[in-house]
């Protein structure tokens, strides 16, 4: 299992254009989850999404971002007209559907926007 | 509301003495709560969670459910043990929800 793969690992974007970001959870995990790590911050939740459902997107911007988790392929998160605001780590974690709360997230290695 | 709170942006010890992570949180059921580290240029990895009631690379954290917090304890720091971490509460509906995470430096 080779964990949870996102890429591209850096992508640099110039104000106006679209940013595609992936996320391919572990095998066997249908559950994957979003976060947005800003410089010298933490970890800030975006959304949770199981296999063609949105389940909790509270915490993404109301315009410009979205995210899919299609029956087939990666979880995409989607950032339209970026703005140098944008520029951050985007972290994709993945679990799998146990049953039980105790369940560790997986995460991946990151996506890092620069917005020019 | 749903919350983690991880008062120290940065905590410096020397090596050899004792650390705490401090994390309270906000959660009206029952909590189940976690220890992630991120070790510098690796990704996000588990460290504990209370339910296991584990000690893992000597670091221990206990629930208390009366103070609502889940402190990270070692008793000798090590250098290694410089990395960042993050609590976490898994809420009803399996999503994770952060703390703005801890910068850990075990001076020598």
């Known amino acids: 299992n080779a964990g949870v793969m996102q890429n591209p690992r850096h992508l640099v974007r110039r104000r106006g254009q679209e940013a595609r970001l992936r996320c391919s959870p572990m095998k066997g995990h249908s559950h994957v989850y979003w976060y947005r790590q800003l410089p010298e911050e933490g970890l800030k939740f975006m959304v949770y999404l199981q296999k063609e459902n949105i389940i909790d997107e509270s915490g993404m911007p109301k315009e410009r971002f979205s995210a899919e988790f299609p029956k087939e392929g990666p979880s995409i998160l989607r950032i339209q007209q970026v703005v140098r605001g944008d520029s951050a780590a985007y972290f994709c974690?993945?679990?799998?559907?146990?049953?039980?709360?105790?369940?560790?997230?997986?995460f991946g290695q990151g996506t890092r926007l620069t917005v020019v | 509301a749903q919350r983690v709170t991880q008062p120290e942006k940065l905590l410096s010890v020397f090596k050899g003495a004792p650390v705490e992570l401090k994390c309270n949180y906000s959660y009206s059921g029952s909590p189940e709560l976690f220890w992630y580290v991120q070790y510098s240029r690796q990704r996000l990895q588990l460290l504990l969670r209370h339910i296991s009631r584990e000690s893992i690379k000597g670091f221990t954290a206990d629930l208390n459910k009366g103070e609502t917090s889940f402190h990270l304890k070692k008793p000798f720091a090590q250098e290694e043990d410089s990395a960042m971490y993050y609590c976490a509460l898994i809420t009803g509906t399996y999503k994770y929800i952060f703390g703005t995470g801890t910068r850990l430096k075990v001076l020598a």
């Open positions: 974690a993945s679990s799998p559907s146990d049953g039980t709360r105790n369940t560790e997230a997986f």
